[in-house]
């Protein structure tokens, strides 16, 4: 049997989403059974959420003041003293917050790590994307060995409802460092949809020229109850905060819809967004490499489609 | 002396398309240009900016892979470094052989900082700095994108997927860069001149003490991703919207 940890991604006693597809990963490991460790000053509604998880037996929950701020020095430690009770698998989200921790786990159990995991083929046996997804490698992890891994979250499905799994108290006599401390967050606008868990996605780049202009991004995934993206060259001038950037030095996601306009499809971009279910791109330049992936095309100017789109769309059928 | 260590990886440059070998044994290498990685020219900048601001007086710039990364380490030397050590291997070094080869010159060197880019643009594992501060038993401030060190003290901004975060660590510790951390300059002709009287130490993995384990994780093949095919086009707004709703997304 394969015993599988995974680390549940929380804030304020919320389970983030990515929490649900990495458990989903889980579940297509063979003979596979999935603990989710929930690591909270209060955990809150996490464990439940978890718990509800169909494929999860068990819910191990950490509660202690330091665990109040996910930082990663505080938490290794405790999960590398969980994964020591005979898990064959521990895994995390390839979000920023699996990325910074997971690592470090890994080297404390002194092995290596799969990243940004996207398909299982057997226990020991995984695919990922390499080269800012231009390949996708096959990797074999040794079998007398834990393995560390990160969850590329866009390749898998939440997992389904409807379970009760065990929720059960862990206590940890694991001394943590002091040396990091956490200062504050700014950003996220709770109003908006989540980016990269929204089923629709509307993205803006460079050619929207101003940050006034990148309202009728704003204005026209309202209308379709879309959250907002941005290519990094909007980002880089300033028209979009960082959370929102979508590529691969951004966010990967995978919505049903994603609309892009006016950004040209540089690669890395493009790795973004592939795993989308259908792409929409509006960009006057008819040869930007967009095209190439996009499944609805059209070329023109952005400020006479957008708001001729966004009357459409909000017009009764 | 205060020290600070910058991590210089010797990849494909971005700008290359990179393509699968037929035989799926690797990527085409060939002939293909090679850079420092980005995010290790933003960490070499970064060292650069803190010790103009007189809070380091020396920068070493650090490689771990093959002989031919001296040239990216020469480039290193050009933009500012004082010195650099080519930690030579043949053969790809898995992040914790990297860490663990980093670790055994922190504890030469003694730096007050290692800065690493967050990720590699070639194999894009983005581990080698956390593994690095977790064998090192000290802090980690990942995707930095705001710097500022008050003393043993840093106060790092970092990129997350909320938003921004801010931390303080007590130092020595690692730093890994984002992209907006800062602008690396560019090499001027009469820097790359200067750079080749710099000193460049070569040793290698084994003799720091360090093995790629034979029996650690493998990579058994490479391939070309799934590619999407072309679309549709459509030429207005109203033939847009049918087009949607034809596929059931509106």
Redo the contacts between chains.
Sequence with gaps: MNRILVIAEQ?AGKLNVSTAKCVSCASTIPDAEIDVAVLAANAAEAPAQAAALAPVKRVLVVERAENGEA???LL?PQIAALARNGYTHVLGPS???G??????????L???????LMAVESAH?FRR??????????????ADRIVVATVRTASFQPAAGGGAAAIERARLDVPL?G??????????NADRPDL?TAP?VVSGGRALGSADNFQLIHRLAAALGAAVGAS?AA??AGYA???LQVG??G?IIAP??YIALGISGA?QHLTGI?DA????A?NKDGEAPI??????????DLFQ?VP??ER??RAPA | MTTILVGIKRVIDYSVRVRVKPDGSGVVTDGVKMSINPFDEIALEEALRIKERNLASEIIAVSIGPADAQQQLRTALAMGADRAVLVQADGAVPPLSAAKAFLKLVQRHQPLLVILGKQAIDDDNCQTGQMLAALWDRPQATFASKIELEGARARVTREVDAGLETIDMDLPGVITTDLRLNEPRYVKLPDIMKAKKKPLDVVTLAELGVEVPAHGLRTLRFEAPAARSRGVMVHDAAELVAALKQRGVL
Excluded: H
Aim: hydrophobic share 45%.
């Design positions: 804030l930082l990663a020095a290794a979000t920023t917050f990325k910074d921790l997971m690592p470090r786990v890994a080297a404390l002194d092995v290596g790590q799969v990243s940004d046996r994307p390499v080269y800012a997804s231009n390949a996708v490698v096959t990797v074999e992890a040794p460092p040396y990091t401390r956490f200062v504050g967050r700014e950003g996220g990269q629709r990094r980002v880089d905060p960082n959370d691969q030095t966010k049903e819809l690669i592939k279910r259908t792409i929409v509006i095209f190439e992936i996009a499944d609805i095309g059209l070329v023109g489609i001729e789109l459409l769309i």
